[in-house]
């Protein structure tokens, strides 16, 4: 069992930067692949970056790439989302989520709002 806690969204203008942490519970944490996905109003939870258990890989939706950073400490339990150059369109409620097995997540954490002004 993992539970996931996210913080540091907020208000932004557009091209400014947020980070967004996710602190996880448990001795597991690296076991786990971590994902960031995000939901903005009427639209479906989307994907936006992935990490692997020791940071060997990570993954990005082509519209954060070069923008977003996913980074992770497993000696504090914690991942980290640096999102730069942010636009209205990254406006979102941001969710950290574990993976249990490969493209399976489990463990979600309860979101934090990124609101992004032009």
């Known amino acids: 069992q993992v539970q996931l806690v996210e913080s540091g969204g907020g208000l932004v203008q557009a091209g400014g930067s947020l980070r967004l942490s996710c602190a996880a519970s448990?001795?597991?944490?690296?076991?786990?692949?971590m994902g960031w996905f995000r939901q903005a109003p009427g639209k479906e939870r989307e994907f936006v970056a992935y990490?692997?258990?020791?940071?060997?890989?990570?993954y990005y939706a082509n519209s954060v790439k070069g923008r977003f950073t996913i980074s992770r400490d497993n000696t504090k339990n914690t991942v980290y989302l640096q999102m730069s150059s942010l636009k209205p369109e990254d406006t979102a409620v941001y969710y950290c989520?574990?993976?249990?097995?490969?493209?399976?997540?489990?463990?979600w954490g309860q979101g934090t709002q990124v609101t992004v002004s032009s």
């Open positions: 448990g001795r597991t944490f690296s076991s786990y692949g």
């Open positions: 989520t574990a993976e249990t097995s490969p493209g399976v997540y489990d463990y």
């Open positions: 990490i692997s258990r020791t940071s060997g890989h990570t």
